[in-house]
């Protein structure tokens, strides 16, 4: 307390002053005087406040030494009798002491100072003062890789391992290439794996179903695939190809790669059902050893034209690939008798019997009087599995007689194409043809060499892009939305069963119920499609 200019001091801070006093210091002076003057006591009030302070920066630094040695391992202790401190107050003077330092607290000499801690008992400022609350500690690749490892064991209806072979399998499909431990040690982050793991998705996929916490999966690219759905579902950024989704994944992370984007889109619905249609589709060519080895038939149909022609409506039009020399007849039905006494026709005044026959599988052609003709001649018959390709250049020559015979109704008003038509394919066998370098008229055994090397001699092989079980959709037959905006892939999905590895793969696909379906496929006419629940 203070009376006027005088200080009344406690013993323990008389004695702290007494401690602290050094010889040089003129504090020493002023307590064996009496206090006079108001620097004296200006001068004890700045003293005091530097003493408060100092024990103050002590009780820190003891509160901050417990702290750390709370959380290390605790050695064995000495058998010795610790000893304690010996110029702690009684039970009897505490109370007082209590008092004094209270009123010390409401002396108008300390205003300026730091409020001062009570020093007994030292415990009761640790126990009741505010802490900052702990950041979570880091989950360390040990206790992640440990806690997958505990997972797996849990669940062995979705997770199996063998511990001779430390293969894992997901549902009953096998993780392959990599061990159960190297694995464990990717999505733990411990050591990640390089580049592109395709059967990683799945084991990604079967811990999201089966609850594994996702903060355990410490390898960034084994998290649960949602960012990627998120940014492509945007109706503002997304929907967009491979490169922009790609721009707007890296700024999430960095080291998303373009492979796990095209993996991830190949996944989505949206995208495989609106996938880009190729423009050009490339097909295996039709490769024939020399004229007559192949013939290609098939029917025009003119049913509108029927009576300014007598009943003639039809036209059998038979081509040979080699040569692309057309033979046309015209037909007023297309019954199987009708097509098989039309085609015996023109085998017997040319005297050009093919080797093989392609034509479709329409009745005209499977029906029991034409299967026999062309067995009582050696003509191997068959039905191409490509139907968009069944007869091309017979459907070609077709699209070119009736591209000619439109021009002469126009120019003559006359639809009797039946006096024509016999005109009109002698000039297609008199035209140039530049696949074949010549007329198909002059193509001859002589120079049939020349005219194979010019139409197979360049062709280059391709590897298949698709395997063996993989699920694709297929590109829809042409309708009146096939340049729209409408999805030009099918709902439905198939697997690839077979492939047949010509110049260019072609592929035969099963449906779901593995029924193998009718016709072969390109490439191009295939999109990959993973679904999500088995990526």
Sequence with gaps: M????????????????????????????????????????????????NIVNKRLNNNEIEEDDRKKTKHTPMLPQSEETPSFPQNLPSVETAGVEEEKEEEM???????PATPITPKIPITIRASTGSRTPRSPKPISGSEAKAELLEHLEKNPQIFRFQDTSSVLYVNDTKIPTFTLNRILNDFSNITPLPGACPNFPLLTQALKQSGFPEKFILNPRRKYPTRSSKLYNDPKKGFRGVSNLLAAARKVDRRITRKEVVAYLHTNNAYTRHFPKARHIQHNPWVATGPDSHHMADLAMLPTLKRYNKGFCYILVVVDVFSRYV????????????????????????????????????TEFMGKTFQKFVRSLGICHMNPKNTNVKACYAENAIMRIKNKLEKWFTATDSFEWT??????????????????GTSPNKVTSNNSQKIWN????????????????????????????????????????????????????????????????DGIWYEEEMVLYRKPDVQ
């Design 327 to 362: 033979f046309a007849r015209p037909l007023k039905n297309k019954e199987c008798l009708t097509v098989t006494t039309a085609y015996e026709d023109i085998l017997h005044s040319s005297w050009r019997i093919p080797a093989r026959l392609y034509t479709d599988k329409g």
């Design 419 to 436: 006096r024509v038509l016999s005109d009109i394919v002698e000039g297609l066998n008199d035209t140039y043809m530049d696949s074949i």
């Design 2 to 49: 203070s009376y006027g200019k005088y200080v009344l001091l406690s013993i323990e801070e008389h004695a702290d002053l007494i401690a602290n006093r050094k010889e040089v210091d003129p504090i020493g002076n002023l307590l064996n005087t009496p206090m006079e003057s108001d620097v004296k006591l200006a001068h004890i009030k700045s003293h005091l406040t």
């Design 454 to 517: 010019r139409l197979y001699g360049t062709v280059q092989s391709r590897s298949p892009k698709y395997k063996v079980g993989d699920p694709v959709r297929v590109l829809l037959e042409n309708s009146p939305f096939a340049k729209g905006t409408r999805a030009k892939w099918t709902s439905e999905v198939f697997k690839v069963v077979k492939i047949i590895e010509y110049d260019i793969p072609v592929y035969i696909l099963a449906d779901v119920e593995e029924n193998e379906v």
């Design 105 to 111: 607290l409401n002396d108008d000499v300390f205003l």
